[in-house]
């Protein structure tokens, strides 16, 4: 059984976009008290902040297609050195292509580490359409809601600090559906470079989120 601070757990959750991902990396690194490494999140910082590397990635996002490898490898080689990462991490939306892996490994081998667990959260493309077009986020806290799965008290408003809602640009259907095609393109693949090295951990992504974590801490043997 996994207790915090007994030597870390270094993890990567999979997963079509609108799988979960997200959701299920804040639990599982509230839980071992591991920082959850998010690209996406990284890049979007970037792009409020207006660096120019948020400039670059705007114009890869707004599209649905991944920011070059060489720009996010460069990211989280720096962010994995910093002293938080020391005790584990839980990479959410990263590697999303076979060199991205690669250099992961290279770079974890270099530092005298390894990936402990990959986890593949299964969701059917039907199902992603539906999750991330309905999907809304706070434009000051950042809170997520779903129209019809996840509604906010007062449409439009967040429950939390009542700013308005938004939909993000890589939300809406069109860039979703590209999304998808370069999901299935360009990180699927990863699914077998995992199996073949004995990482891969499958989890059904269907269902109420509660019990999609449930099902992430049996795998991880880890008591919720
Ligand atoms: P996410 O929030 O993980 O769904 O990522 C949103 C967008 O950020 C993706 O559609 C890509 O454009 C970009 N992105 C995030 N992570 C990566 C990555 N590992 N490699 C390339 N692009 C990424």
């Not at 000051?140 to 938004?166: F, Q």
């Not at 951990?201 to 992430?216: F, L, W």
């Amino acid at each position: 059984m996994f207790e915090k601070g007994a030597g870390g757990m270094r993890l990567i959750i999979l997963g079509i976009p609108g799988a979960g991902k997200g959701t299920q990396a804040d639990r599982i690194s509230q839980r071992l008290g591991i920082p959850h490494i998010s690209t996406g999140d990284i890049f979007r910082q970037n792009i409020n902040q207006g660096t120019e590397l948020g400039k670059i990635a705007k114009e890869y996002m707004d599209n649905g297609k991944l920011v070059p490898d060489d720009v996010t490898i460069g990211i989280v080689a720096n962010r994995i050195e910093e002293k938080d990462c020391k005790d584990g991490f839980i990479f959410d939306g990263f590697p999303r292509t076979i060199p991205q892996a690669e250099a992961l490994a290279k770079k974890l081998t270099d530092m005298g580490l390894n990936i402990d667990t990959v986890l593949n959260i299964e969701l059917a493309d039907e199902k992603v359409l539906e999750r991330m077009t309905g999907r809304r986020v706070c434009n000051k806290c950042k809170a997520t809601y779903h129209i019809k799965y996840n509604p906010p008290k007062m449409e439009g408003v967040c429950d939390l600090c009542r700013d308005s809602l938004v939909q993000r640009n890589d939300d809406k259907e069109e860039t979703v559906l590209k999304r998808i095609e370069v999901y299935h393109m360009q990180t699927e693949p990863l699914i077998s470079f995992y199996k073949e090295r004995n990482l891969l951990r499958e989890v059904e992504g269907k269902g109420e989120v509660d019990s999609v974590t449930r099902k992430i801490f049996e795998v991880l043997e880890v008591e919720i």
